[in-house]
């Protein structure tokens, strides 16, 4: 069965930082990219950040560039998501994603398999 985890969420104040994972299972994890998703209430899923599958290139939204890192270890097919200068608009629940569209300045849902997401909450 393929499984995607994600962990790390929770409540943080305006300035602080959350280290998100996501724990795979079930696929060929080293043979796709993954990316990271949120969605706001009322808003629409968007692409927070992808990583391709050796990692040697990523994609950010524009409003977290420099804020947010996105990593991956093949070895224990987990991604990571190290979010720095949380904003109240980082308010989302996060999911992360394999079977993803991803390339030069694009990251999105594709015929994406999804985890169950972790909600972060900024707050000012």
């Known amino acids: 069965e393929r499984q995607l985890v994600e962990s790390g969420g929770g409540l943080v104040q305006a300035g602080g930082s959350l280290r998100l994972s996501c724990a795979t299972s079930?696929?060929?994890?080293?043979?796709?990219?993954i990316g990271w998703f949120r969605q706001a209430p009322g808003k629409e899923r968007e692409g927070v950040s992808c990583i391709s599958d050796n990692g040697a290139t990523t994609y950010y939204l524009d409003s977290v560039k420099d804020r947010f890192t996105i990593s991956r270890d093949n070895a224990k097919k987990t991604v990571y998501l190290q979010m720095n200068s949380l904003k109240p608009e980082d308010t989302a629940v996060y999911y992360c994603?394999?079977?993803?569209?991803?390339?030069?300045?694009?990251?999105?849902?594709?015929?994406?398999?999804w985890g169950q997401g972790t909600q972060v909450t900024v707050s000012s």
């Open positions: 079930g696929f060929t994890f080293e043979d796709y990219p």
């Open positions: 994603a394999y079977g993803i569209m991803y390339g030069r300045g694009y990251c999105l849902p594709g015929y994406a398999t």
